[in-house]
């Protein structure tokens, strides 16, 4: 069974700072890696996507790497800011299934302080 | 740019009422799915489907009964609330099986 597990729960940085999120997963079997953004009392919002046989994706200050080997994710993010300041989801697309069914991390809460 | 839209935003139901809820998206996806958030529990798949007239079990279906009789609209519903069932309900969709997915804004549900 696929067990998604998102490190540390939650972290605190200062402005400016660049950080890492991580996420593992136990099976490396995986279509593909969607990063999301989840604010408070808000839906999740797509980061980046980022398929089994890409290693890297860059979306502005964001910048995904996959390594599915060893089943790591991580997400970097560039002078951080306070507007960073949110829950991160990472969930992965089993590659056995034709269903697209998404399977969750618990999340990282970022918040960036001023 | 409506994407997914989630019917209501907010409800409160008291224990053995029945509601649906409803998913509408304009982007002509094909597969739609309905998950639950929970504190300490994360995002569950609740049912979903992979094309109009379809739908699937996920992996917390009890409780909940889907239809989706147009492309364009999802719909879960309880039949008798439970406490239980107080969750942030997620509706996502997806264009193909390995696409980016969409998610709706969210239903936050009070059961007493």
């Known amino acids: 069974k696929q067990e998604v597990t998102q490190i540390p729960a939650a972290l605190s940085v200062p402005e400016g700072e660049n950080l890492v999120l991580n996420c593992s997963f136990t099976?490396?079997?995986?279509?593909?890696l969607q990063w999301f953004r989840q604010d408070p009392g808000k839906g999740l919002t797509s980061l980046l996507l980022?398929?089994?046989?890409?290693r890297e994706q860059t979306s502005g200050r964001l910048n995904a790497s996959l390594d599915k080997s060893s089943g790591r994710s991580t997400l970097y993010i560039a002078a951080s800011q306070p507007g960073d300041s949110a829950t991160y989801l990472c969930?992965?697309?089993?590659?056995?299934?034709?269903?697209?069914?998404?399977?969750f991390g618990q999340g990282t809460t970022l918040q960036v302080k001023p | 740019n409506a994407g997914v839209t989630q019917t209501p935003k907010f409800r409160v139901l008291k224990t053995g009422q029945s509601m649906t809820l409803l998913c509408a998206q304009d982007m002509n996806h094909e597969y739609m799915y309905w998950y639950r958030q929970d504190p300490g529990m994360g995002l569950r798949l609740i049912h979903y489907s992979v094309g109009e007239g379809t739908t699937a079990k996920g992996e917390v279906p009890d409780g909940y009964n889907v239809s989706r009789l147009k492309k364009q609209n999802f719909l879960l519903g309880l039949e008798s609330a439970a406490p239980s069932q107080t969750s942030v309900y997620f509706c996502a969709s997806t264009h193909g099986q390995a696409t980016e997915a969409f998610f709706g804004q969210g239903t936050r549900l009070t059961v007493v």
């Open positions: 969930a992965v697309r089993r590659g056995s299934s034709n269903t697209g069914k998404l399977i």
């Open positions: 099976d490396s079997a995986i279509y593909n």
């Open positions: 980022i398929q089994s046989s890409q």
